[in-house]
Every structure is written in structure tokens, then in C-alpha cells.
């Protein structure tokens, strides 16, 4: 099945390239300084791999120990040269189309916003793939020292080429947000220099020692670990987990998530620009739920399983609600460019619903955030049903994910309805983003400033104004604590953050009904104003063509 969705598109590629990647392509080619500039990248790394290996033969290191650090040594290169060079790539594609006033020429060859992209993309890709492809004779030194086999070499590279597709699709869709060239240039790389070290030493350090706490055949320290993994681990469920789908999930959902986002920013107002997103958001939420349950069932301690149910709850939650601030460009309804291009196409429920519009979108987000949160709890509870031996931690686990989930999930639906209200009523989506968080912020911190003010006046420290803070989202922690202490509490503690996360979620649902009513009344207003148009325009040719045509005598 692959084979036949995968023969005809490479035929297609060789017999009909995009021909923006084949325009970049030659401009590039003409360009006199590329080859000198590869010759001096190899030189420079060369040389430094060269001089690794003379200093370490000097101490009369073993090659097998030179060769592991050569390899170590040069993919971290390779690294920076991707995490830098693509980005930095990418960036420069659109907004020089849109600085150097080529971009409606663009437009008016009448290619789709996805041709577009994908021939930007393919564009950057080549360029920085060039340089991974010259880099490899270099990085193939480190096999001939031994230390890591041929096999380790090439995952490598083959990850190597992963990382550079998503870092070419994170400029470009950088680049294309920025009308600037030279702001482009220098976002991407603020975010490039900043990001690209925190994830080398984040995963790269940081997860070494968590792998080789499970398969002990790893080492640990080496940032380059994950080719290492694969031939040094020993096969099962947390092998297939672990190193093959946890990740390409990781590099391919968000390469997926920019390469979409690119394709809504190049297309205009009347266009669709949400049906790309919502399929992403649709597929990487159960997705993204599955992986983050997926630790709290594996790990053997009982304390380390409750720590990882609730961190995934609470980075599901950051993930809705980076999804509830992404969609706050909605508009209120789809432009009737839209709705003919449905009707042309006889387009089903499926595809009118995931089309552009707020209310259909707030509900989408705000259902499937809800019912994804309830969902990763329920989960966690039959985990800590199924695997903890212990009948008191079992119940006392139990109940505590359940509170936890039953206030954060309904505050959720808040936040969702508070920023679809706040786009309804006609604000800019930054405008909007910005005062969701703002409300956010004092939801959030609010009550616990005013829990400490209390406090502090009645210098009385406990319980009983901690009560006042449960209005906070952060006050499902309080609840948590509550049901894990073995004291009697004086106050109810637990009931308080029940009322208040319910209050939350119907304050959300009349929010979401809100936005939809006005987002509904816009769209008849604008249909309404259409309509006085058009009878305005026939009436006029109308009377034009009563008019008595003058003759030529």
C-alpha cells in the first residue's frame, strides 16, 4: 500500500517539480560563493576531528575510545550547523519574496499556498541537506577507530536529517509571519541559538542518564545517545516506545503542526485558513495523550508513577491551552470564497466542520480538550488500580488524579470559551491572545494574593485561607495535599475545589454559547450587507439597460 502512494508521487515529483523549488534551485546554482563556503565548513571540521583524534593518540587513548568521542564530537557539530545554518535558511525564503516585492508575482502564477510552501521548503531542505552530505566523509572517521559501528553512523545521519527538516520548517514559518527580511533573520536566529542548546542539553544530557538507567548497555553522559540505543538496547515494549515511535512523534507532529502554520500564513483573508490546523490538532491530541499516559504505566515505582501522571495531566493542559490561544484567528464564519469552493467539490460534514468558523472551532477545542483531560485521568486511575499493590496508596492515588482532573478540566473549557468570547467581539487575535492571558494571569494568582492579604490580617496561616485561593486553578494542588494528609481537614477543603471548577466550566459553556450567538449574528450581518449589494449592483445595470441607447445617425 505504501509502494502505490509512494511510486506515483515520486513520479510526479521527477516529471513535474514544483517549480519554486526548481527557481531556487538555479538561483542558487548561480551563486559563485556556495562551494567555497562547503569547502571551508568540511575543512574547519576536518581538522578539528583530526586534531581530536592526534591529541587523544597521543595520551595513548584506545580507539575505541576515540573513536566514540569523534562521534560524539562531530554530530554535536553537525547539530549546531543544522539547528543554525536550516533555520537560518528557511527564514530567508518568504519575506525576501515579500522585502524584495516578488511576492505577488508569486501569487499571480496562481499557485495554491501549499505549492508554495512545500516548493520553500524543499528549497531550504536541499540547501542544508548539501551540507550534511558533504559533512559525511568526515563523519565516517569515527567508525574507522571503532568504538560505534556502521549502523550507529548511520541512524545518526539519518536523525541528522530528520532535525534538518524540522528546522527548515521552523523558519519558514517564521519567515513567513515577518514581512521583514532582516527581522526574520534575526527572530530565527534569537530562537535558534536559544532552543537549539536548551534541547541538546535537555535531551541530549539529560535523558542519557534516564536511558541508561533502563538499558544499562547505553552510556550515560553522551548527548548522542539515541543511534547508540538502538543497537545496544535490548528489544521490547519500551524499545518500540521509547526509540522508534516516541521519537519520530517528536520531530514529526511539530514539523507537521509549522508546516501547516506556513500554509495559513501565506494564504489570504477570504481563504482557508484553519482546516490544515484543526486536522493537526485533531490527530496530535489523542496522540499526544497516549504518549504522555505511556510513562505512568511502565515505571515500577508507585510514588515516580503518581509524579508522572500528574505531570502529563498538567502538560496536557499547557497543550490545550497553546491550542485555545493558536486558534484565536478565527473568524467568525467562512468567507462565501469558501462555501463555493465546498459546493464545487461537494464537500461533506467533515470537511464544513473543520472549515473555518469560531463557533465550530471553539466547540471542537473546548470538547476535545475536555473530554482528552477526563480521558489521560481516567487512564492513570485504572493504571493505579491495575499496578499499585498497595489498597491505600491504590485509593488514595485514585482520588486524587480524579479531583485533580475534575477542576483543571473544566477550567479549561473556561479558558476556551473566555478567548472564542473574546475573538467574537472583534478583536485582533494578538489582541485577544493577550487579554486571555492577562485574565488568565489573574485567575491564577488572584485568589492567593488575596489568601494572603487574609492571612496576613488575621495572622492566621492554615486552611481555613487557603479556602479563599480555591477560585485558582493552582488550587488543585491544595486539593491533592488535602486528600494525601492524614489529618482531618476543618474546612472542605476538596468540596470547595469541586464547586469552583464547576462554576468555571458553566461560566465557560456561557461564554462558548455567547460567541457563537454573536459570531452567528456577524455572519448573517455580512451576508445581509452582501445581499444589499448585489440588489443594489443588478438594480443599477437594471436601469441602465432601460435607458434608450442613443443611435448613430
Known sequence: MIAQWVTPWLTRMVAEPNPLWTRELRQGARIGRTPWILFAITLVVSLLMCSIGGIAAANEARPADIGSALFQVFFSLAYLVVVVVGPTVAANSVASEREGRTWEAV???????????????????????????????????????????????????????????????????????MASLRGAIVLTLMLAVVVGPLVYFAVGFGLSFAVHGMWSEVPEGFPVWLPLAYTRASFGI???????????????????????????????????????????????????????????????????????????????????????????????????????????????????????????TSLLVAAVGFGGLLALAFFDMSVFQLLVTAAPKKAK?????????????????????????????????????????AVLFLAVAGPWVIAAIGGALSRHYGEDWLIIASPSPV???????????????????????????????????????????????????????????????????????????????
Not at 324 to 347: K, M, Q, T
Request: proline share 5%.
Open 475 to 553: 488550587y488543585a494542588g491544595v486539593m491533592m495535599a488535602s486528600i494525601d494528609s492524614s489529618k482531618s481537614a476543618s474546612m472542605p477543603v476538596v468540596e470547595a475545589g469541586v464547586v469552583c471548577g464547576l462554576v468555571w466550566g458553566m461560566v465557560g459553556l456561557a461564554l462558548l454559547t455567547a460567541a457563537s450567538r454573536r459570531s452567528a449574528r456577524t455572519v448573517a450581518q455580512q451576508e445581509e450587507a452582501m445581499a444589499a449589494t448585489e440588489a443594489a449592483l443588478r438594480a443599477e445595470e437594471e436601469e441602465r439597460e432601460a435607458l434608450p441607447s442613443c443611435g448613430t445617425p
Open 238 to 360: 519500551e524499545y518500540v516506545l521509547f526509540l522508534l515511535v516516541l521519537p519520530l512523534v517528536v520531530i514529526l507532529l511539530p514539523a507537521w503542526f509549522l508546516y501547516e502554520l506556513t500554509v495559513s500564513n501565506l494564504s489570504g483573508d477570504g481563504e482557508d485558513q484553519s482546516t490544515g490546523l484543526k486536522r493537526w490538532f485533531c490527530v496530535t491530541t489523542p496522540v499526544l495523550g497516549a504518549a504522555l499516559a505511556v510513562p505512568c504505566a511502565v515505571t515500577p515505582d508507585d510514588g515516580g508513577r503518581m509524579a508522572l501522571a500528574v505531570t502529563g495531566i498538567v502538560a496536557f493542559l499547557f497543550y490545550l491551552g497553546f491550542a485555545a490561544l493558536l486558534f484565536a484567528f478565527e473568524p467568525a464564519g467562512p468567507s462565501r470564497r469558501v462555501r463555493i469552493h465546498w459546493d464545487r467539490n461537494n464537500a461533506g460534514f467533515a470537511t464544513r466542520f473543520l472549515g473555518p468558523g469560531l463557533g465550530r
Open 397 to 437: 492515588y485514585t482520588e486524587q488524579v480524579f479531583f485533580f482532573a475534575l477542576y483543571l478540566a473544566p477550567f479549561f473549557v473556561f479558558f476556551a470559551g473566555l478567548t472564542s468570547w473574546l475573538r467574537s467581539r472583534g478583536n485582533t487575535p494578538w489582541i485577544t491572545r493577550i487579554i486571555a492571558l
Open 107 to 177: 501569487l499571480l502564477t496562481g499557485l495554491t499556498p501549499k505549492q508554495i510552501a512545500r516548493g520553500k521548503f524543499l528549497a531550504a531542505y536541499t540547501t542544508i541537506g548539501l551540507y550534511i552530505v558533504v559533512l559525511a566523509p568526515v563523519g565516517a572517521l569515527s567508525f574507522l577507530f571503532g568504538g560505534v559501528g556502521a549502523t550507529d553512523v548511520v541512524l545518526a545521519f539519518v536523525y541528522l536529517f530528520l532535525l534538518a527538516g524540522l528546522g527548515v520548517a521552523f523558519g519558514l514559518a517564521v519567515s513567513s509571519l
